[in-house]
């Protein structure tokens, strides 16, 4: 789903933020382990101890706890939740919408929508760090639709096939700075042409201030946001204790934990991107989570046969969600959600405000989501 990329930005930031501390801990990948133990600990990249930091690089050591606090502070988090919401949360996701009525059109329209995200770190030396990413999206639609200004069916399907990479540098002063460059083709007809091609890029620089807390400094231009433009990236990162953590700015996120058993997540990316979340924890049931969600979310490709170079397709809609997750082994969990979406719609166009153009409504239904993803 589109918004599960921007929670994700959450999700990586302040649910994995480092406890300073007056000595480095010693890190181990994973949480503890309640299931019964399949592969051995000495081969399982997840289980590992990370070791001291002349050790050799060990796969996966970004995603894990760093063993010194100071080189993978919220600098380095913050470029990782970046490349996380182009992409998604590493792992696969499914979703379908039933076919619903168009409501300016005697048609209909059903939607499934596939996701899968890679992540491979590269680099972990020092005050460096690098990661790659692979995102892979799809859309194929049911419809005889048309597009009512240009007259051209509306397309069969849509891709958004990109990779790329974050890296951070953490300098001895405390700031980090970092990158996040990611290429490919957003499309109805992937890499056939090159007006389908497209290429992002983001730049920040955290400042330390006191404890935890920082500024984050930058921009970033995403050609398939609902911004035609580049954005500031502007905010203070304040995190008082272990159950708080909030970026307050753009993009803006929080995370609370309100109770032992409850979190809330919020998060607004500019400019129509939001998602607010509750998750609970049964206490009878440790491996388990039960969610309910709002989502505000939209995406972008550029479709191959159009008549404006600077137009994209564009799709908005809204949605309540309820969904379970369960732990499963090596850090992965299972999710599978059902919800109601919701003024939904299409159009082309340069930005929002070109939202009547080729515009197709949708009618609202119920939908079905079901995930495998990494747990960070």
Same mark, same amino acid.
């Given at each position: 789903? *589109?918004? @599960?990329?921007?929670? +994700?930005?959450? /999700? =990586? =930031?302040?649910?994995?933020?480092?406890?300073?501390?007056?000595?480095?801990?010693?890190?181990?990948?994973?949480?503890?382990?309640?299931?019964?133990?399949?592969?051995?600990?000495?081969?399982? *990249? %997840?289980?590992?101890?990370?070791?001291?930091?002349? $050790?050799?690089?060990?796969?996966?050591?970004?995603?894990?706890?760093?063993?010194?606090? #100071? @080189?993978?502070? /919220?600098?380095? &988090?913050?470029?990782?939740?970046?490349? +996380?919401?182009?992409?998604?949360?590493?792992?696969?996701?499914a979703t379908w919408i039933p076919s619903q009525a168009l409501l300016n059109q005697p048609t209909s329209m059903s939607v499934l929508r596939q996701d899968l995200s890679i992540f491979a770190p590269i680099v972990r030396e020092g005050p460096d760090a690098g990661v790659l990413g692979l995102g892979i999206r799809s859309g194929r639609f049911r419809t005889d639709a048309i597009l009512p200004n240009s007259g051209v069916p509306f397309p069969s399907q849509t891709w958004d096939i990109q990779a790329g990479l974050a890296y951070s540098h953490s300098w001895d002063n405390g700031w980090t700075t970092g990158a996040v460059v990611s290429a490919g083709s957003a499309s109805d007809k992937p890499f056939a042409q090159s007006n389908g091609l497209v290429a992002s890029l983001a730049m920040y620089t955290t400042f330390p201030?006191?404890? &935890?807390? +920082?500024? /984050?400094?930058?921009?970033?231009?995403?050609?398939?946001?609902?911004? #035609?433009? *580049?954005?500031?990236?502007?905010?203070?990162?304040? $995190?008082?204790? $272990?159950? %708080?953590?909030? !970026?307050?700015? #753009?993009? %803006?996120?929080?995370?609370?934990?309100?109770?032992?058993?409850?979190?809330?997540?919020?998060?607004?990316?500019?400019?129509?991107?939001?998602?607010?979340? =509750?998750?609970?924890?049964?206490? !009878?049931? *440790?491996?388990?989570?039960?969610?309910?969600? =709002? !989502?505000?979310s939209n995406e972008a490709v550029f479709l191959v046969d159009r008549t404006q170079t600077d137009n994209r397709f564009y799709s908005y809609e809204k949605r309540f969600t309820g969904g379970l997750q369960f732990d499963l082994p090596w850090r992965l969990s299972f999710d599978l959600a059902a919800g109601y979406v919701f003024d939904r719609f299409y159009f082309q166009g340069m930005q929002y405000s070109d939202r009547n153009n080729d515009r197709v409504n949708v009618g609202s239904g119920l939908f079905g989501t079901v995930q495998v993803r990494l747990k960070f």
């Open positions: 789903m *589109p918004s @599960c990329r921007w929670l +994700a930005l959450l /999700i =990586v =930031v302040a649910a994995s933020a480092v406890r300073a501390q007056d000595a480095p801990p010693s890190a181990i990948l994973g949480v503890p382990r309640t299931q019964p133990i399949i592969i051995d600990p000495a081969i399982d *990249p %997840f289980l590992r101890p990370l070791g001291s930091p002349d $050790e050799p690089f060990r796969p996966f050591a970004p995603l894990g706890q760093p063993t010194n606090p #100071a @080189c993978e502070g /919220i600098g380095t &988090r913050f470029g990782l939740g970046l490349l +996380a919401a182009l992409y998604g949360m590493p792992g696969y996701g201030t006191i404890g &935890r807390d +920082a500024w /984050i400094v930058g921009f970033s231009y995403i050609p398939t946001s609902d911004s #035609a433009y *580049p954005l500031p990236i502007l905010g203070y990162y304040w $995190e008082p204790n $272990e159950d %708080f953590s909030v !970026n307050l700015g #753009a993009p %803006f996120f929080l995370k609370w934990q309100f109770t032992d058993r409850a979190t809330l997540d919020l998060v607004y990316v500019p400019i129509r991107n939001v998602s607010a979340r =509750v998750t609970w924890q049964p206490i !009878n049931f *440790p491996n388990i989570r039960t969610y309910g969600a =709002v !989502n505000w």
